[in-house]
């Protein structure tokens, strides 16, 4: 008779194995599925948190390093999977198909939270994750240019339908608006014009929804935080000092709103001479992870100035599309994975705020 390792052992040797941005073990953070033992083999699916992880080599080597002092085991076979953890309390109260709701915010205008809401949806949606964009900006929705896009699909079951782009579903304020038509939306009207964006449209199964707000710390961030439960909200900030006590501000409002910070974003941090390859810190450097410091959030990472960005923008291509192996679209992959880790981490952390329905 064989000496076929037991189920015990072997999960015993996974709890040995920590998640590396969750500090738990694979055992505690029921991570570990599908778990087989045939003769020497031992075969096993660890679920993901999110699919934007960028530390699997390192689990699947830990989990080999355990499992191999283990008597009879001579074949390991680890397969990855992924399922994003949400609260529920989206799917509970409002009985919509969105596991998390992140809003992207700053306290100034034009430090690029459009820029950063289209990028990392679609760096997210790129991980395969499923990923819906909103775009909250009722004084000036520019997302449908942005992702070259003239309107929405027509209606279906009096529900709207959201439009496609590079993966991603959204839905745009822009699309119920003249283009003439500004919009001056205070209190009750804003929000169930917000609300409406999420329960008169007819979403599917998204992971993460991104939405990208008006600048500043007003209604709209109010109504926002009052019309979901939001997972959490992404400051953007330029370096500037000045920008930075603004990004306090929104970054306060959340809080007030008993929203978590997710972290900061610094945006425009540098920018690389293309002749030369000299970097010039434009508006300082490091002001924006100092603040996230101070403030006691995450700082998410720095996106440098790229021409290319405003460029590609204008013409309806994200630049995480248009020049993938640039600088400024590897930043904004690295601040996705960032991202949806604290995503993942919230769900663990016992916040007395957090209200679970
Ligand atoms: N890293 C960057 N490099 C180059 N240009 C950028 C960068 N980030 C943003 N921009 C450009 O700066 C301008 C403002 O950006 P964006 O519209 O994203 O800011 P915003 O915070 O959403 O503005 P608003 O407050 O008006 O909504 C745009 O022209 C955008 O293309
Ligand atoms: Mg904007």
């Known amino acids: 008779m064989t000496n076929q390792p037991n189920t015990e052992a072997v999960m015993a040797a996974l709890r040995t194995v920590q998640e590396p941005e969750l500090h738990k073990d694979l055992v505690t953070l029921n991570m570990i599925h599908d778990l087989q033992i045939d003769g020497e083999t031992v075969s096993l699916t660890v ?85 819906g964009l909103l775009d909250a900006d009722i004084t000036g929705p520019n997302i449908p240019q942005m992702l070259g896009v003239a309107k929405m699909p027509a209606p279906q079951n009096q529900k709207l339908i959201p439009a496609q782009a590079y993966g991603l579903q959204f839905m745009s304020m822009g699309f119920m608006l003249k283009p003439d038509q500004a919009a001056i939306w205070r209190g009750p009207m804003l929000h169930s014009a917000i609300r409406q964006l999420f329960t008169d449209v ?89 603040a996230a410091k101070e403030l006691s959030v995450p700082f998410l990472g720095r996106l440098p100035l ?30 996705a994975q960032q991202l949806a880790a604290q995503v993942s981490l919230l769900s663990f952390r016992p916040d007395p705020q957090l209200k679970i329905i």
Not at 59 to 64: K, T, V
Not at 69 to 89: C, E, K, L, M, T
Not at 262 to 269: A, D, P, Q, R
């Open 47 to 131: 679920m993901l948190t999110t699919p934007a992880c960028p530390l699997k080599g390192k689990m699947e080597q830990d989990i080999r390093d355990a499992l191999a002092p283990i008597p009879g085991v001579q074949n390991i076979h680890v397969r990855f999977d992924a399922s994003i953890r949400s609260d529920n309390r989206i799917t509970g109260q409002l009985q919509l198909p969105i596991k998390n709701i992140i809003a992207v915010a700053s306290g100034k205008g034009g430090v690029g939270k459009s820029t950063v809401s289209v990028n990392l949806a679609v760096a997210l949606a790129q991980t395969g994750a499923k990923v």
């Open 306 to 335: 790229d021409p290319r960005a405003r460029e590609g923008s204008d013409q309806g291509t994200p630049i995480v599309v248009s020049a993938p192996d640039s600088e400024i679209a590897r930043s904004f992959r690295d601040i």
């Open 202 to 290: 007819a979403w599917t199964d998204i992971d993460y929804m991104i939405v990208d707000l008006p600048p500043g710390t007003g209604d709209a961030q109010l109504s926002l935080a009052q019309s979901t439960p939001l997972t959490g909200a992404i400051i953007v900030s330029t370096p500037q000092d000045i920008a930075l006590a603004d990004a306090r501000r929104g970054l306060t409002a959340f809080q007030q709103l008993q929203v978590p910070i997710l972290g900061i974003v610094e945006n425009m941090s540098y920018f690389i001479a293309p002749d030369t390859g000299n970097r010039y810190d434009i508006f300082g450097f490091g002001g924006a992870e100092r």
